[in-house]
């Protein structure tokens, strides 16, 4: 009993005296004059267990579609943008003034699941300056919230200027998912490799997409996935997305017809001239068939079965063409024919046929140049699978 009465007496003691500091004014409130390490650790363990606690069992409805994130993407910028900054902009003085300093969302947001980010946003948190948005909000505007926060990690800053920018033709799912990736993976945004139009970069160093076949975009992600096409590049970019998304995002860039391309490479016109040959006819005395039976006349492709090699980077092209020699080169169900024809080319014919398509501007073929006056057309000289 002595022990319950001193325990007692001494919470009273301490909230009588608690009291007279806080009644005191020592107290320093000032927000500039931040927490202490271990007042900020409670407040921010305290934190993300409520907020788990709170946000366990909230059902998360359908949030990848294009209109939500949009949405959400004005809401961010008038609501939020102040206190938090963006990818590229820096919180605003009202942001940097708060104690805590509210943090930058890219890095905040994988720590949570969508329903937490949810209540988050719903209800705010005491003792900071995170407001709640509930009793302000509909249902359906604070999940488009949540729905933007999702697409953030992992968005640069031009990624996320060309998203508030270009946002009047965003397309769709596919666009968005090219601009910003699935929902939380940012990082496997095409557009950072393969730029948002898919022209690829200038270089070569990813392969453009734009304008190729939407079937054979499908395919080539479903084999990256499944390793079935190796690229410890593309293999988890495929894997984080669902079927549907893949269908999406290869209808986008199957879709677009105005992606910029790069300056013709400098190249010797007998090697164009070989490549070309090769392309039109084939190499008949090594048994490699003419290219344009199945690749279409110059290369512009066929679908939904065969890519457009034409406008594609040489050296993309070429270490395609080098990987199936080595065996290394999977793909979709009708890849095994490309394994033997390219065995069968030279290295020099694999780079004149590479550079010969680097050179066609699909937009403009009307027949294939090369082809002389007379010759029979293609799929008469086909000397083996003829296409379709
Ligand atoms: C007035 C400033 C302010 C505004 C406006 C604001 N926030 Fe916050 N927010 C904060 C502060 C401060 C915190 C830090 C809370 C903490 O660390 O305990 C925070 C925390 C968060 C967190 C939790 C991050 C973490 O892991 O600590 C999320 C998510 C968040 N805000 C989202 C939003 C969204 C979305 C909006 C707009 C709809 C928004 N905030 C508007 C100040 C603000
Ligand atoms: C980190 C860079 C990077 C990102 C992000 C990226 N790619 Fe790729 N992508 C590559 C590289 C490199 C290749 C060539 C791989 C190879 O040699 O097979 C490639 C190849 C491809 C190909 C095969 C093209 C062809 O002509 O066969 C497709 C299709 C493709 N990517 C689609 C996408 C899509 C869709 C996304 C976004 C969901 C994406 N990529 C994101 C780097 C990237
Ligand atoms: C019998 C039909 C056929 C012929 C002939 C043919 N190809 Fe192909 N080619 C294909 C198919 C099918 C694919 C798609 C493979 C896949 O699923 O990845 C392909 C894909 C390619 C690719 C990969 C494109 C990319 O974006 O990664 C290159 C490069 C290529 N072919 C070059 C050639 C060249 C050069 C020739 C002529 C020497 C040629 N092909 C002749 C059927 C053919």
New binding site residues.
């Given amino acids: 009993m002595k022990i319950v009465a001193a325990l007692a007496a001494f919470v009273i003691v301490m909230i009588v005296l608690g009291a007279l500091f806080m009644y005191s004014g020592i107290y320093n409130i000032a927000a500039t004059s931040g927490h202490l390490p271990m007042t900020r650790w409670l407040l921010t363990v305290g934190m993300e267990r409520s907020v788990e606690q709170h946000a366990d069992g909230i059902q998360v409805p359908p949030l990848s579609a294009g209109s939500h994130v949009l949405r959400g993407l004005r809401h961010f910028e008038a609501f939020c943008l102040p206190c938090h900054g963006a990818p590229g902009i820096p919180r605003t003085q009202i942001g940097e003034g708060e104690t805590p300093v509210p943090p930058e969302l890219s890095d905040a947001v994988p720590k949570w699941n969508a329903a937490e980010l949810y209540w988050i946003v719903k209800h705010g948190i005491k003792y900071t300056g995170m407001p709640g948005f509930g009793p302000s909000h509909r249902e359906d505007e604070l999940w488009a919230i949540v729905a933007f926060l999702l697409r953030l990690p992992g968005l640069t800053a031009a990624e996320y200027e060309a998203m508030t920018k270009d946002v009047e033709v965003l397309t769709g799912e596919g666009e968005l998912?090219?601009l910003a990736?699935p929902p939380g993976e940012g990082?496997?945004?095409?557009a950072?490799?393969?730029g948002l139009k898919g022209a690829g970069k200038g270089v070569g160093?990813?392969?453009r997409?734009a304008g190729?076949g939407e079937t054979?975009?499908y395919e080539?992600?479903k084999s990256?996935a499944s390793g079935v096409?190796p690229?410890g590049?593309?293999r988890p970019?495929?894997e984080a997305?669902t079927d549907d998304q893949m269908r999406a995002?290869?209808a986008y860039?199957a879709g677009v017809d105005d992606a910029p391309y790069p300056p013709l490479p400098g190249a010797d016109p007998v090697s164009l001239q070989r490549g070309g040959a090769i392309s039109a006819v084939g190499l008949p005395e090594q048994g490699v068939q003419a290219c344009r039976d199945c690749h279409g006349p110059s290369g512009v492709g066929r679908p939904p079965a065969y890519?457009m090699l034409a406008g594609?980077y040489a050296n993309?092209t070429a270490?395609?063409l080098s990987?199936w020699k080595k065996g290394m080169?999977g793909g979709g169900p009708g890849s095994a024919v490309m394994a033997d024809i390219a065995a069968a080319l030279t290295d020099a014919q694999i780079e004149a046929v590479s550079l010969y398509f680097a050179t066609v501007r699909p937009s403009t073929v009307m027949h294939d140049p090369i082809v002389p006056p007379g010759t029979t057309e293609p799929e008469e000289t086909a000397a083996g699978t003829a296409p379709e």
Avoid: D, K, W
Avoid at 187 to 190: D, F, G, Q
């Fill in positions: 998912i090219a990736g990082l496997t945004a095409c950072r490799c393969h160093a990813f392969p997409l190729q054979y975009l080539s992600l990256y096409r690229s590049i593309m970019v495929a997305l995002v290869a860039y890519p594609q993309y270490l395609q990987l080169r």
